[in-house]
């Protein structure tokens, strides 16, 4: 009889400290938001100047601190759980590598101005995901 109330005394403890513990992990997950929304708006006004840059040369600075910022965005959108802006995120680093690699002012704007817009995108959807 002494075994078993050990036990269940031992079992009780134990759980008191995994619910203790999930509820100290889920309340970084509203911060975890707020930096993808933040990281977010960074990429979106690198990408912003980028898409107004007048040369290929002038751009091409912006949209690799784009892609940096929207690839935190998007790291912090995993850890907050919200996979609406982890894609939003994600798409927008594809259109912010098709920009770099464009050897044309012409072919580069368009690609930058996707990948902005998706920058914002990923920012509501991590701010949805933040309430």
């Known amino acids: 009889m002494k ?14 400290i995994a619910i203790s513990s999930f509820k100290s992990v889920n309340k970084s997950a509203p911060a975890n938001c707020m930096m993808a929304v933040t990281y977010s708006e960074m990429a979106m ?9 007048k040369t290929i040369e002038a751009a091409q600075p912006f949209i690799k601190k784009g892609m940096e910022q929207v690839q935190q965005a998007s790291a912090y959108a995993v850890q907050c759980d919200c996979t609406q802006s982890e894609s939003n995120a994600l798409t927008a680093y594809g259109f912010g590598k098709k920009a770099l690699d464009a050897t044309e002012l012409e072919k580069m704007k368009p690609e930058a101005k996707k990948a902005m817009d998706l920058s914002i995108t990923a920012m509501a959807a991590a701010q949805r995901c933040d309430k």
């Open 3 to 16: 075994k078993q109330y050990i036990f269940f005394s031992l079992l009780i403890a134990i759980g008191v």
């Open 45 to 53: 006004i690198q990408f912003k100047k980028a898409y107004k840059a």
